[in-house]
């Protein structure tokens, strides 16, 4: 049973344009939610978080929004950039051992 | 180093050898996880140390898997008896503080491939 879902296993946007993720997830007791890029061989890179205390966190071009109501968040990146495509993977921690639950991930491809 | 670094990277075994992979955190780390990652999957937790404790190994497929972290810092898993069903990419992922939810760094990954 995926407690976190990434329903869309693709995406294309035009570069400049906004990218957007999107994650659900069925669990409640989740508190904590991150988004790591992965690039092909290599381990996956830490992008951004949010707790369940906020419904918005802003990094540069990326920001997560999260409704914790709908159990569901999204990542988006604007402008879009040629160097952001790569695996996009939502994770979620309940806080116990922190230990984090992936979803499958998403490919993101921005076209030049 | 400055991140988390993996060895090997790579890993071919036949089915009935035993592997074992090595993790080295970043320095500091209290905190290290192993996740298993099967293709088009996102990865998926096998256990937990905090410093040498193993605190949580719920996420271990079968007894044939086995971790240690003996002085706090280094990490090995080890697989024996390996079966095709192993094949994955194995994560070892290192943060900062003790039991809280921190973000968590993860190495290159160990491409176990067993035939």
């Known amino acids: 049973d995926q407690q976190v879902k990434q329903n869309s296993p693709s995406l294309s946007v035009q570069e400049g344009r906004i990218s957007i993720l999107n994650c659900d997830y069925t669990?409640?007791?989740?508190?904590?939610f991150l988004w790591y890029k992965k690039y092909p061989a290599e381990g996956p890179t830490f992008l951004i978080s949010?707790?369940?205390?906020?419904d918005k966190n802003e990094d540069g071009r990326f920001t997560v929004f999260l409704n914790k109501s709908a159990k569901h968040l999204s990542l988006h990146i604007v402008p879009s950039q040629p160097g952001d495509s790569a695996v996009y993977f939502c994770?979620?921690?309940?806080?116990?051992?922190?230990?984090?639950?992936f979803g499958k991930g998403i490919t993101l491809s921005v076209r030049p | 180093g400055a991140g988390v670094s993996q060895s090997p990277r790579y890993k071919v075994a036949k089915r009935g050898q035993d592997v074992a992979l090595r993790c080295d955190p970043i320095?500091?780390?209290?905190?290290l996880f192993w996740y298993q990652q099967a293709l088009g999957q996102g990865p998926e937790f096998l256990t937990y140390?905090?410093?040498?404790?193993?605190?949580?190994k719920s996420g271990l497929p079968s007894d044939r898997f086995f971790a240690e972290r003996p002085e706090g810092s280094v990490s090995t898993l080890k697989i024996q008896r390996t079966q095709q069903e192993d094949s994955a990419v194995y994560l070892c992922?290192?943060?900062?503080?003790?039991?809280?939810?921190?973000?968590?760094?993860f190495g290159p990954g160990t491409r176990l491939l067993v035939l």
């Open positions: 320095s500091g780390h209290v905190s």
């Open positions: 140390f905090q410093n040498e404790a193993q605190l949580d």
């Open positions: 669990n409640s007791m989740f508190d904590y």
């Open positions: 949010i707790s369940s205390i906020k």
């Open positions: 992922a290192s943060s900062l503080n003790e039991g809280r939810v921190e973000t968590q760094y």
């Open positions: 994770a979620a921690s309940d806080g116990a051992n922190s230990k984090l639950t």
